[in-house]
């Protein structure tokens, strides 16, 4: 494999990665959000508080965009076994 085929290869799998990552981190960044200005307002400072909604929020997340994620990924491996 030639060098720049390599370089273009390792450049499409980091950018699809992040393309994947970006609405299940989009989720966690929204739920926190949410959960931080409602401790503000309410003045609640407890820790766990923040942790359960996220992971709810991003397991959610995760579960509504997994056909869009495992489609991303069989495009992705099609190509790479039919030699791009």
């Not at 450049?11 to 409602?38: C, D, H, K, Q, Y």
């Amino acid at each position: 494999m030639p060098i720049d085929n390599a370089i273009d290869l390792v450049r499409e799998t980091l950018t699809l990665m992040l393309l994947l990552g970006l609405p299940i981190l989009a989720a966690a960044l929204v739920v926190g959000l949410t959960v931080s200005v409602f401790q503000a307002v309410t003045q609640i400072q407890e820790q766990t508080l923040t942790f359960v909604p996220k992971i709810l929020g991003m397991g959610t997340m995760a579960i509504l965009v997994m056909p869009w994620l495992v489609k991303r990924i069989m495009e992705f491996s099609e190509r790479m076994f039919s030699g791009m």
